[in-house]
């Protein structure tokens, strides 16, 4: 699933989904806060999750799926 995004966008998704808020995100990356909303945007396209909360969601599914052993995410 997370292999749909690219290097920076994986970058984003997980400093996003571990609690930085999009301004922690643009100052670690020394973007603007507007570039980071694009890309989380972008994730979430590329992701099929319509917000912010769901990415946090699939993140935990993601984790689960690979506690339980599937190399597929």
């Not at 993140?59 to 689960?64: N, P, T, V």
Request: net charge positive; hydrophobic share 35%; aromatic share 6%.
């Amino acid at each position: 699933m997370v292999k749909k995004l690219s290097a920076r966008q994986q970058e984003i998704f997980n400093d996003f989904v571990h609690g930085l808020d999009e301004q922690a995100i643009a100052d670690k990356y020394t973007l603007s806060i507007k570039t980071i909303g694009t890309h989380l945007d972008n994730i979430k396209t590329r992701l099929n999750v319509h917000s912010r909360k769901d990415l946090c969601v699939l993140y935990i599914k993601i984790l689960e799926t690979k506690l339980n052993g599937s190399p597929n995410c």
